[in-house]
């Protein structure tokens, strides 16, 4: 079957009844195109789960801040749809910002990630999982889908999109698909498109940081964050913005004493490019 474009918010309402007409079972893969592996990942997981894949690419005005990189954001959407066709996608759903937010770009009624959406990433980019939260609860009413894939890059967003799905007792379930990375390790994200490549090779402190956590784990939270701090000491290039250890099943700050799994978070600036990376690691 040739992919559907839906290019508004009808022509996708129309495409999920007819396939759910037949009995299909749907899956949604939100992005903001620019697709790269790590994309194709989540689309390749959703297939295991669904009858039908409709892959979202939309460019959410609500989640950048006024000094992001909104204009200068990646968008091809020709190419992200020949890569989606090559994975045997049903339909691609490319609204536009009039169709998604009629009152021009912004949102009268917003979905509120609370605390969790102030501190780490929330703290550097205010209001942005709150422009998240709001635009996946649109795509998920849109389509309602069976089962949501996102990518665990970003800890935090996914996080937060399982509590909305709890506490808005939203009927989806929601994967988690782990982050793929280029074999240097550099996490793939649609930004590196941007890096130069001198940044790109310092675009490594990022990853680096992790595995020097994740050496250091057997000495604890100081230490870990101690072993992935001296990665930024050395790496002039880069400007850190956080690094953080948090317990994976609630998002709070792990303390000096805990034991268990943790999941170390990073943000950092690479010339003009900010990238974030997280790894889960175990404390003795
Ligand atoms: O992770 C992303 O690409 C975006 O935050 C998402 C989930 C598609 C919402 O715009």
């Known amino acids: 079957m040739p ?3 839906l290019t508004t918010i009808d022509d996708a309402r129309a495409f999920v009844a007819s396939a759910r007409a037949e ?3 749907v899956a949604l893969v939100p992005t903001m195109g620019a697709l790269h592996a790590g994309h194709l990942e989540l689309v390749r997981v959703a297939r295991e789960h669904a009858d039908v894949v409709i892959a979202s ?3 959410n005005p609500l989640q950048f801040g006024p000094h992001e990189d909104l204009a200068r954001y990646p968008r091809m959407p020709e190419a992200d749809t020949e890569q989606l066709i090559v994975l045997g996608v049903e339909a691609v759903f490319m609204p536009s910002v009039e169709d998604m937010y009629p009152d021009g770009g912004r949102s009268a009624t917003l979905v509120t990630a609370g605390h ?4 780490l990433e929330g703290r550097s980019r ?3 999982y709150d422009g998240v939260l709001t635009v996946v609860a649109k795509l998920f009413s849109i389509v309602q889908p069976d089962v949501a894939v996102f990518g665990e890059k970003d800890a935090q967003q996914l996080f937060l999109v399982r509590r909305l799905v709890r506490d808005l007792n939203l009927p989806v379930e929601i994967i988690g698909v782990p982050t793929v990375r280029e074999p240097d390790g550099l996490a793939l994200s649609s930004r590196n498109a941007m890096l130069s490549a001198g940044e790109r090779r310092d675009a490594l402190a990022l990853s680096r940081a992790l595995e020097a956590a994740g050496s250091a784990a057997d000495r604890g939270v100081e230490s870990m964050l101690a072993a992935a701090q001296s990665v930024f000491q050395s790496d002039t290039g880069v400007q850190l913005d956080y690094l953080a ?7 709070a700050f792990a303390g000096e004493q805990h034991h268990g799994p943790v999941q170390v978070l990073v943000a950092a600036r690479v010339g003009s490019v900010r990238l974030i990376d997280n790894a889960i690691f175990s404390i003795p």
């Not at 969790?116 to 501190?119: E, F, Q, S, Y």
């Open 57 to 59: 690419v939309f460019v």
């Open 23 to 25: 009995g299909k079972r």
């Open 3 to 5: 992919i559907q474009t």
């Open 116 to 119: 969790l959406g102030t501190v």
């Open 126 to 128: 205010p209001g942005h």
């Open 245 to 251: 250890i948090v317990d994976p099943c609630t998002f």
